[in-house]
């Protein structure tokens, strides 16, 4: 579609291995695009059991993924006021649409790690989505699949520099993959095991994660 080669251009500057595996367009699978009743590109899937399921909305997909970053971040986040060196993980972006809201809404400065369970959904969005806005910022970093087993190790010498830490869930695209909710909460095990102290409060995450991220369950429940 009308996007790709740009956004593989701009992704390359950023994962140039990403850019390579995802350099063709995915295969008839699991997930459908559709248009939404704005005109804007959302995505469907489809279980192994038949059952369809939306990623994002049918009317204002990216008004959607704001809302769930307002809901997310703390007002001096949200005004600007945030220390050097500070980052933001997403986890469930899909087509994109998260990613785009935060590139958006969150200073250059602050660096966006982009986490879903598989890049397959996003890799749909590299046709139909214009990431220019993403990709022009100098901090991302896309984290498909488990949680990176790097991140403790790097906890230990600073993780991102001293700054602060934020968390942010689009749980539209978690419930619609198999397990999502169980992804997430691995991340929030491993991020608040390898920098608690600097773990943004969560205010704004769902109680499944706020629980995890407090150390007062270990995820089993859901």
């Given at each position: 579609m009308?996007?790709?080669?740009?956004?593989?251009?701009?992704?390359s500057?950023?994962?140039p291995?990403l850019?390579?595996?995802l350099?063709?367009?995915?295969?008839?699978?699991l997930?459908?695009l559709?248009?939404?009743n704005?005109?804007?590109?959302?995505?469907?899937?489809?279980?192994s059991?038949?059952?369809v399921?939306?990623?994002h909305?049918?009317v204002d997909?990216?008004?959607?993924?704001?809302?769930?970053?307002?809901?997310a971040?703390?007002?001096?986040?949200?005004?600007?006021?945030?220390?050097?060196l500070?980052?933001?993980?997403?986890?469930?972006?899909?087509?994109g649409?998260?990613?785009l809201a935060?590139a958006e809404?969150l200073?250059?400065?602050?660096?966006l790690?982009i986490?879903?369970?598989?890049?397959?959904?996003?890799?749909y969005?590299?046709?139909?989505l214009d990431f220019?806005?993403?990709f022009d910022?100098?901090?991302v970093?896309?984290l498909?699949?488990?949680p990176?087993?790097?991140?403790?190790?790097?906890?230990?010498s600073?993780?991102?520099?001293g700054?602060?830490?934020?968390?942010?869930?689009t749980?539209?695209v978690?419930?619609s993959?198999p397990g999502g909710?169980e992804?997430?909460?691995s991340w929030?095990?491993?991020?608040?095991?390898?920098?608690?102290?600097?773990?943004?409060?969560g205010?704004?995450?769902p109680?499944?994660?706020?629980?995890?991220?407090?150390?007062r369950?270990?995820?089993e429940?859901?």
């Amino acid at each position: 579609m009308r996007w790709r080669r740009q956004n593989l251009r701009g992704l390359s500057r950023h994962d140039p291995a990403l850019a390579e595996r995802l350099e063709h367009e995915p295969e008839p699978g699991l997930f459908e695009l559709r248009r939404g009743n704005q005109g804007a590109w959302t995505l469907r899937r489809r279980d192994s059991q038949g059952r369809v399921s939306l990623l994002h909305s049918m009317v204002d997909p990216q008004g959607q993924a704001r809302r769930a970053l307002d809901a997310a971040l703390s007002s001096d986040w949200l005004n600007g006021k945030i220390p050097e060196l500070s980052a933001c993980l997403l986890l469930g972006t899909g087509l994109g649409w998260p990613a785009l809201a935060a590139a958006e809404m969150l200073p250059p400065s602050v660096g966006l790690w982009i986490a879903d369970p598989s890049s397959e959904a996003f890799s749909y969005g590299l046709d139909c989505l214009d990431f220019s806005s993403l990709f022009d910022r100098k901090r991302v970093r896309f984290l498909f699949g488990p949680p990176n087993p790097e991140l403790a190790a790097a906890g230990k010498s600073g993780w991102v520099g001293g700054g602060a830490f934020a968390a942010a869930v689009t749980e539209g695209v978690l419930d619609s993959e198999p397990g999502g909710r169980e992804w997430a909460r691995s991340w929030i095990r491993t991020v608040s095991e390898a920098k608690p102290r600097n773990l943004s409060a969560g205010d704004g995450l769902p109680p499944w994660l706020r629980l995890v991220q407090g150390a007062r369950l270990r995820g089993e429940l859901p």
